[in-house]
């Protein structure tokens, strides 16, 4: 008696390509942006600030790649990617690509470093160190040097860079620039900043030009609110 052959079985489905984890975010589970930036294989580490390659093609790239959202400029040409939260750490690991690495920075630099938005980047940065040398521009930023003494008490770390502290930066910028001083000491008390705090940075500066002037600046109510509390 014939018997009837089985039938064929149906083929397996084509494997389809994984789907994306979440949105923003590439098949393989990084963000878009991440994983843009290591297929062009142009930045030695996406998370940590860096400089392009001073070539024409390089700072081309990376101008691209701002405009695109892959990057963020930091400071002068120092970028970092999109997606990478921009603290104080972040901001002193970018402004330490530029500096000397035997330099102090101070005033409007320093300050940005600790406060960051609504702060604007540097386009200068004044650095005190041992030898006041002259030092050309680097990564479009303006250094500029003096062989001002700082106490240890006025100088900090931040990731490896050593800037005055913020009671310090308080100051200066108040001798500096009075009418910026305000804006600032609100930031900074709202970060802890203490009254106490400046007081003592004045009383460790006393004798240096405009520290009377700065304190009286820094006594005063800003915008009707309080001063930097004691």
Partial sequence: MPTTAAPAPAPAPAPTAPASSAPGRTATGEPTWLGE??????????????????TAAARAAVARDVRE???????GDVVVGAGVRVDAAARARALALLVPGDAVVVGAAAAWVHVGAPLPAPAQVHLVRRTAARHPA??????????ARLDAEDVVHVAGLALSSPARTLLDVARAEPRRAAQL???LAASGLRGRDVELAAQRARGRANVRSARRALAAPADGGAAVAP
């Fill in 185 to 187: 000491r609100r930031l």
């Fill in 138 to 147: 680097r990564g479009g930023v303006r250094l500029l040097a003096s062989r």
């Fill in 69 to 75: 959202g892959l990057l963020q400029r930091l400071v």
């Fill in 37 to 54: 930036l290591l297929a062009r294989g142009r930045c030695p580490d996406p998370a940590r600030p860096w400089r392009p390659a001073a």
